[in-house]
């Protein structure tokens, strides 16, 4: 195989694993799962079917991801991280068509503890964090704590809270020194970055 699973882990057939990628013990991977090249996914995980995960993404222990999330490339799950699928669930009444989508766009983190309630989209390296409850979207680079999940400010690529922006909407990351716009709209731009390079820690 050109991806690892170790023995205690289930992998479902069919399903479709990227090259590189890595299954640690006693995570479950369902029928009809579509995970990405070189992602791994530690202790007990459960992936659901019709799962979508991009690639390098990075699922922490105890994390269960459930029909109906989409996750980009170079997403962060951390430790015991929540999803969910139904807004309403009953155990008395099945609502397996009612399912809302849950969308993490490319690079976003989810925290330790946090929970995402489904039908959100959680914007570009956007950050949650460790024990947040995210009721709604989250816009690119934002930073929500708190429960329930407050916009508390803005977040670089590399993890590090923006400053006030000045005059002109600029915000620099204190770590790389790549320079971020806040529009009138609250709109958050990277100005020194393309949306496909790659991140390298700069110091």
């Given at each position: ?42 202790q007990n995980c459960h992936v ?154 700069t110091s």
């Open positions: 195989m050109s991806w690892f699973k170790h023995s205690s882990a289930y992998v479902d057939e069919p399903s479709n694993i990227g090259e590189g990628t890595k299954i640690w013990h006693f995570t479950h991977i369902m029928k009809d799962a579509v995970i990405g090249k070189n992602c791994v996914l530690g659901a079917s019709g799962v979508i995960i991009g690639n390098n993404v990075r699922v922490q222990n105890n994390v269960s991801i459930y029909s109906g999330v989409v996750i980009e490339d170079d997403v962060f799950l951390g430790p015991s991280c929540v999803f969910t699928n139904i807004v309403n669930p009953r155990a008395q009444i099945s609502r397996r068509h009612q399912f809302a989508q849950t969308m993490l766009k490319r690079g976003s983190t989810i925290c330790a503890n946090a929970t995402v309630i489904c039908g959100s989209t959680i914007g570009r390296y956007a950050f949650i964090a460790a024990g947040a409850v995210t009721t709604r979207n989250v816009p690119d680079y934002g930073l929500m704590t708190g429960v329930p999940g407050v916009l508390k400010g803005w977040i670089s690529r590399h993890g590090y809270l923006l400053p006030e922006p000045d005059e002109n909407g600029i915000m620099i990351c204190p770590n790389s020194g790549y320079r971020y716009q806040k529009t009138p709209e609250g709109i958050v731009h990277c100005l020194d970055l393309h949306e496909d390079m790659p991140l390298t820690e």
